[in-house]
């Protein structure tokens, strides 16, 4: 019964991968898809890559229509710095919980309490608070970023805990945020310390959107791309992972030798898990949902992105 359950979706997986070569053509579409995504998107993407990779594959593609696969602010920024284009989102539900920690209102009242302190933000925000911000950074380029700052007060936003993380490479004051991921933030000492002990030949490499105490632990610590990297290039053979299980396609197709172990079950972003291949072709077909970023809003944000890209 469970083969033939199975037989029947890997059918219709196939009917569905067929469809979208077609419509791909027929729209002139690139399919961008996040490290995060599931395995079925993942294996269709013209690009895999993290939040910034893609926002800057979407600038400089000369497709007509983009289809961001992750969540809603990745089509943001996606949108922001192609705003010529169609950006389409294959479910619009795929929302980020830390994005939505941080609202407009409550950062003006933290700007108004620290005047000469300067705004540097997280990628992973809305399209809103960007255009707030003096400038944005990812987990790759945080410190450098914060290091480059005229000021000697910083207002960080979203994620405490990268925001943890920075503050030990920087003598500026941060004022930080209360925002995490929910995701990352799942990770506990307990976890790994568990896992280290079962597995103790493998290395631990960690996201700082973890908590500060599970950050510590780690062999390697960097963003997503950072830690695809470095596995591929280690040496080692095993690994326990502290970033969210969709990054197990990009490890085990660099590296189809190695052991790639969670450090949990809980590493799954439900959010990301949302776009599925069926509403992938069927945002194509219909040609929503499609991304709006008011154009007034778009152009302050553009500017806090751009600044980030100047950072050497
Ligand atoms: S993994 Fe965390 S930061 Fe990324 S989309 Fe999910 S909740 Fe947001």
């Not at 809603?72 to 192609?82: D, T, V």
């Not at 479910?91 to 300067?118: Q, T």
């Not at 949302?274 to 509403?279: E, T």
Request: aromatic share 6%; net charge negative.
């Amino acid at each position: 019964m469970e083969a033939l359950a199975l037989e029947r979706k890997a059918e219709q997986n196939r009917e569905l991968r067929e469809r979208l070569t077609q419509l791909k053509k027929e729209r002139n579409a690139i399919i961008l898809a996040h490290y995060y995504q599931r395995d079925e998107i993942q294996e269709v993407a013209d690009f895999r890559g993290d939040s910034f990779l893609l926002a800057q594959k979407a600038a400089q593609t000369d497709a007509e229509v983009i289809v961001f696969c992750g969540v809603h602010f990745m089509g943001e920024s996606a949108k922001i710095l192609a705003p010529n284009k169609t950006v389409l989102i294959p479910d619009e539900r795929a929302g980020c919980p830390m994005a939505d920690m941080v609202n407009v209102e409550g950062l003006r009242k933290v700007k108004a309490e620290h005047p000469k302190a300067k705004v540097v933000t997280y990628i992973n925000s809305s399209a809103e608070i960007k255009a707030e911000t003096d400038i944005c950074c990812t987990s790759a380029n945080a410190v450098r970023v914060i290091n480059s700052v005229d000021a000697d007060e910083i207002i960080w936003v979203p994620d405490k805990n990268l925001g943890h993380y920075v503050q030990q490479h920087t003598d500026k004051k941060m004022i930080i945020w209360e925002g995490y991921c929910n995701t990352h933030d799942m990770l506990t000492v307990k976890d790994v310390v568990e896992m280290k002990a079962k597995y103790p030949e493998a290395e631990f490499v960690v996201h700082p959107e973890c908590r500060p105490e599970v950050v510590e632990l780690g062999d390697f610590i960097g963003s997503t791309t950072a830690i695809l990297e470095y596995c591929k290039n280690s040496t080692s053979k095993q690994f326990i992972v502290g970033t969210e299980d969709g990054t197990g396609y990009q490890l085990r197709l660099d590296s189809p030798d190695k052991e790639f172990i969670f450090a949990t079950k809980f590493l799954v972003c439900p959010n990301m898990k949302v776009n599925n291949l069926k509403k992938l072709v069927k945002c194509l077909e219909t040609m929503s949902p499609q991304i709006y970023v008011p154009p007034v809003i778009a152009d302050k944000a553009r500017s806090s992105l751009e600044r980030m890209l100047q950072v050497k």
